[in-house]
């Protein structure tokens, strides 16, 4: 009952975070391969992403209803990586729940926590990560620092 109430507000309601769509086009317009694994629903991200007009970022979007096995279970990353053609060595998952950190771990692939969600940075420590974001804009300022790194 609450996911069927809760579903048309969060394809109404549902804002991206600051810095969402800067990020996702800063990326794809570098040709980065970009996918979402989530616990939501398929369809409802992707009302919500194309009504915030970036869904077009997106090669995939790997919701719930795509997988048996949630997060933390690395079902919905290792479809991702198939999918999009992409190995572990190439791949980071980037989510603001320890769930994240631990389906990034369980999939053996790096992470990167943003703190816009209600996980504070302590809640990481445990787990391997390649970088702790207060927010969006910091993440793609440290992208685009690994970036040129590369590129070197």
Known sequence: L???????????ETRLFPGAQELLWD???????????????????????????VLD??????GSDRVKRHKPD????????AAMGVSREALLFCGDTVI??????????D?????????????FEPWPCVHIAPDLLDLRNWLGEQAKKTEH
């Open 2 to 12: 609450f996911l069927e109430a809760a579903q048309e507000r969060q394809r109404r």
């Open 100 to 109: 994240d950190a631990q389906a990034a771990r369980n999939a053996g692939v």
């Open 74 to 81: 690395p079902e919905g990353l290792n479809a991702a990586m």
């Open 27 to 53: 990326l794809k317009g570098r040709g980065v391969k970009l996918g979402i694994v989530s616990t939501k629903r398929s369809d409802t991200l992707e009302i919500i992403l194309e009504r915030c007009g």
């Open 57 to 62: 970022c997106l090669e995939l979007v790997i």
């Open 111 to 123: 992470f990167a926590a943003v703190l816009n969600g209600t996980t504070p940075a302590p809640a």
